[in-house]
């Protein structure tokens, strides 16, 4: 069964450093999000992202995040300098215009801020 | 803009016991609903959704959840509990129209003892 993927499963940086996290949607899929989970917290929209663009952007989505999709299968979330309130768990999403909007999530990447 | 409230933050069950977790949310258009599980380690994976027609859905594991339109609720209920079922149990909505993000309720950490 296809799933989506995301490396590294856990990312510890030093703050102010820029991270990529990575993540492979299902190859059929046509729309991709990100959310992240900050520990004990909610799961919080980030981004998504449809034809090459962004479609929508949360407020937690400022200049320090940006997101690309640098080929047919890979999808990226950049933070450029990373503060200590970046740290959370990250997920990828995705899904197709066929199965509504049934999103399929990643396992995520934990990423911690030091 | 939704949101979604899950009453429960946690909820300690005996096996074989029947459990049921609270969920409403409120949105000033109509709405698709899920129930996410999120395992310890692991990313979301889809229990059920509602997208329209009969109010009682049926999910994977034995879950059913009943849309109440008056209400503004989707509880998720299972007759029967296994060990197996401890888990975070997410509540979440999109616009049917858009990008389909989904905003997600506070998470309901369900607890099952022998």
């Known amino acids: 069964e296809p799933e989506v993927t995301q490396t590294p499963s856990h990312q510890v940086t030093q703050m102010g450093q820029e991270v990529i996290l990575r993540c492979v949607p299902i190859s059929n899929h046509l729309y991709f999000y990100w959310y992240r989970q900050i520990l004990g917290q909610k799961v919080e929209f980030l981004v998504s992202f449809y034809n090459n663009e962004i479609s929508e952007k949360s407020e937690i989505f400022d200049d320090q995040f940006s997101v690309e999709r640098p080929d047919g299968s890979n999808f990226t979330l950049k933070i450029r300098s990373t503060k200590l309130e970046d740290s959370a768990m990250y997920f990828c999403?995705?899904?197709?215009?066929?199965?509504?909007?049934?999103?399929?999530f990643g396992p995520g990447t934990r990423l911690t801020v030091l | 803009a939704q949101s979604v409230t899950q009453l429960d933050s946690q909820v300690p069950v005996f096996e074989e016991a029947p459990v049921e977790l609270r969920c409403n949310y409120s949105?000033?258009?109509?709405?698709?609903l899920f129930w996410y599980v999120q395992y310890p380690n692991q990313g979301l994976q889809l229990l059920l959704k509602?997208?329209?027609?009969?109010?009682l859905v049926k999910g994977i594991n034995g879950f059913e959840a009943e849309f109440n339109k008056s209400q503004t609720s989707f509880h998720l209920r299972k007759p029967s509990v296994h060990i197996s079922d401890t888990a975070e149990y997410f509540c979440?909505?999109?616009?049917?129209?858009?990008?389909?993000?989904?905003?997600f309720g506070a998470g309901t950490t369900v607890t099952v003892r022998a």
């Open positions: 999403a995705s899904n197709d215009l066929s199965s509504y909007n049934e999103q399929f």
């Open positions: 509602y997208l329209s027609g009969s109010t």
């Open positions: 949105s000033s258009v109509s709405v698709y």
């Open positions: 979440a909505v999109s616009d049917r129209a858009g990008d389909y993000k989904l905003s």
